[in-house]
């Protein structure tokens, strides 16, 4: 086996010593140096024994340790050394530490912006009040924007606006539904970027986010400077089948089955609609009900990559750390405890049985009046609300994004999407690539869908870094030149 092909599959670290003597850190798939020892060690007639010499200084050149007389010898010193090794790609012995977010300090610019007669848009500036503009467009919808987000720069040279979108964060009137919708968004951006007097900045967008920024930047290419990506998501109805639909329950069944449980069998076929008619209902158990088991879901998801360990004991699930202190461990059960099963579908809770709108007539959207001044409201309430609005219409596009990406394509993207995203599965990643191969796109391993994963952190923070330093030297170049016409200019008209 070539050492290319080696290089090419999932990596784990050499043992220290072999990475001392060769000078450079070098990293070999586990799997095909168990199968070159193996096959160093299935040798026995003479022509064997020197293929197996052969396959042994093989093994040791790959490890950057010189073969000596005894090659079988010193070879299961350094096999045994890599088996004792605690070292593994993924521990502190990264050869490019992972980077931590940059620090932040007060906004320098708070303010609102009345939008429409409705609606007014909360906002916050961060950073150089000269520096490179960019926005963050925030995901959900309905997940606002927090201080922590400008962090992801450095704000010594950038000026971060975080906004919150229309209806949730600290914009007014917190969930409401009327004249929310996409291209009512991208029209409260563009206000507020000639508010600010900026020229063009930079789009910061995750998952709702990136659909948001594409959306923005096909309409506005002119006033988009560059883009970074996270959690790609396009809104495709299969995107939205793959969340509300049953896809995410088959690498989340428990939370899939506490969702689904949460509406009577009858109404299940559309569940999208179902918790829509909850979620606009004017009973606030009912609406308030189907927002903790729509976040519910969603954070379950969200979170299938962590570390927590899912058990049922007999009875019911629990959560719990893991590797799992065998102290901590609850003795079996001499007998089953539960009588009822898991197998079956959870009785749908009574909220979760009424007819939505909390009437016979099973109307649960409610008029105008009622939509555009809900009853008070938490902002996690107004962000189920919110996603599921979104969700219900298709995010409100008059045509797929996919469609519109000659509009963005000459413009600088980097794309960071976690490879066990199952909120937004690296597949529309890919499906955005094939349409955009101009765009760096980065499948980031062993991470989920959030911002705040290590890879994903490291990524974003060196996608920024990246797209401020080749900003700087167009504009450093773009001087030079202009500097240049201009002492030409003057040149001329000095020899006239």
Partial sequence: ??????????????????????????????????????????????????ARHRCEGNVLGLLGVRPAAKTSRQLQSVISAAA??????????????????????????????????????????????????????????????????????????????????????????????????????????????????????????????????????????????????????????????WMFGGGAGHVQPLGWHNFKGHIPKAERDDIVAAYHKRLTSPDIAVRDAAAKAWLSWEHSVGSARTSSLQVWNGSQWQQSEFPNPGSKRLPLPLAAASQNGSSSDAPASAAASQPAGGSSSGEGAGDVAQQSRPAPMSAFTAQALLECHYSHNHAFLRDPLLQGVDQVRHIPCIAVQGRLDYVCPVVTAYDLHCEWPEMELRVVPNAGHSMYDSGITHELLEATDRLRKSSARIRAAAKEQSETQRSISSNRYASI
């Avoid at 784990?12 to 095909?32: D, E, N, V």
């Fill in 1 to 50: 086996m070539k050492a290319a092909e080696l290089s090419a599959r999932p990596s784990t670290m050499l043992p220290a010593t072999a990475a001392k003597r060769s000078g450079p850190t070098t990293l070999i798939c586990t799997s095909a140096y168990n199968q070159l020892v193996s096959q160093c060690q299935g040798h026995s007639s003479r022509a064997q024994v020197a």
């Fill in 84 to 241: 004792d090794s605690k070292t593994t790609l993924d521990s502190a012995s990264r050869s490019v530490p992972l980077r931590s977010l940059y620090s932040v300090g007060k906004a320098i610019e708070t303010g609102n912006v009345k939008v429409s007669d409705l609606h007014t848009v909360h906002y916050q500036v961060y950073g150089n009040p000269q520096g490179q503009p960019a926005l963050v467009v925030h995901g959900g919808p309905g997940a606002g924007c927090y201080t922590n987000h400008a962090r992801f720069f450095d704000l010594q040279h950038w000026k971060v606006v975080l906004v919150d979108q229309r209806g949730c964060g600290s914009s007014t009137p917190l969930g409401c539904l009327v004249d929310n919708n996409t291209q009512a968004l991208i029209d409260d951006y563009e206000k507020l970027r000639k508010r600010l007097k900026i020229k063009k900045w930079m789009l910061f967008g995750g998952s709702w986010g990136v659909s948001l920024s594409l959306a923005y930047a096909q309409q506005h290419a002119a006033k988009v400077s560059s883009i970074v990506l996270r959690g790609v998501c396009l809104m495709r109805p299969s995107e939205i089948d």
